[in-house]
Nanobody, 121 residues
């Protein structure tokens, strides 16, 4: 099972990007998914989180600008980022709880490889 994060890039302040986190492999169910970000020298922080039933929560710093959504049929979670600011510059990672072997098996915690977002002022 793998998570593939994509969609990062260079954008000017005020611009938008949409990140995707696609789970592939032998997946029975994609559970809760979180988007995190990390700047060199700082701790990784949770940016947005979505449960299997699509309940969401956000870091205060991104509320009103970022939207997390999911497509369970595609095992994919998206992070729409609008009105980007230079302080949003970071490597963004997705992490998910994944059931691989059936409804009674435990969830595995899987991390993607990260996608870089750079916001210029």
């Amino acid at each position: 099972v793998q998570l593939q994060a994509s969609g990062g890039g260079l954008v000017q302040a005020g611009g938008s990007l949409r990140l995707s986190c696609a789970a592939s492999g032998s997946i029975f169910r994609l559970g809760d998914v979180g988007w995190y970000r990390q700047v060199p020298g700082k701790q990784r922080e949770l940016v947005a989180h979505i449960t299997r039933s699509a309940t969401t929560n956000y870091a205060e710093s991104v509320k009103g600008r970022f939207t997390i959504a999911r497509d369970n049929a595609k095992n994919t979670v998206y992070l729409q980022m609008n009105n980007l600011k230079p302080e949003d510059t970071a490597v963004y990672y997705c992490a998910a709880d994944v059931q691989v072997a059936g409804p009674t098996t435990p969830y595995l915690d899987i991390w993607g490889q990260g996608t870089e977002v750079t916001v210029s002022s």
